[in-house]
């Protein structure tokens, strides 16, 4: 069940909020939701690179508060708003995770 939320989250939820928010333009916009899951690359640099009992949120420096707070920032700007929505989504559906990841111990 935590697997299917987590890739809802990542690939059914954009496309919900591509459809529902954007629909002249769903495509481009569900396009850019996806994009923002780049942010993942940040993964690449932690030995593992994956350990599924690691939670991204204030590991990956990509996923830290700080890039948080700037990825809040992005919704201010009409120009960046679907990438800062994108980039938050990414982080709490990776804050779900740690809550899952957490609960299991």
Same mark, same amino acid.
């Given at each position: 069940?935590?697997?299917? %939320?987590?890739?809802?989250?990542?690939?059914?939820?954009?496309?919900?909020? *591509?459809?529902?928010?954007?629909?002249?333009?769903?495509?481009? *916009?569900?396009? %850019?939701? #996806?994009?923002?899951?780049?942010?993942?690359?940040?993964?690449?640099?932690?030995?593992?690179?994956?350990?599924?009992?690691?939670?991204?949120?204030?590991?990956?420096?990509?996923?830290?508060?700080?890039?948080?707070?700037?990825? *809040? #920032?992005?919704?201010?700007?009409?120009?960046?708003?679907? *990438?800062?929505?994108?980039?938050?989504?990414?982080?709490?559906?990776?804050?779900?995770?740690? #809550?899952?990841?957490?609960?299991?111990?």
């Amino acid at each position: 069940m935590q697997q299917f %939320i987590h890739y809802f989250l990542h690939f059914g939820f954009p496309l919900v909020i *591509a459809w529902g928010f954007y629909r002249p333009r769903w495509l481009r *916009a569900y396009i %850019i939701l #996806l994009l923002t899951m780049l942010v993942d690359l940040d993964h690449l640099l932690a030995n593992p690179v994956f350990d599924p009992c690691r939670c991204s949120i204030g590991f990956h420096p990509l996923h830290s508060y700080v890039a948080i707070a700037g990825y *809040a #920032l992005l919704l201010i700007g009409p120009n960046t708003r679907l *990438a800062g929505i994108g980039l938050l989504l990414h982080m709490v559906t990776d804050g779900i995770d740690c #809550l899952f990841i957490s609960s299991s111990f």
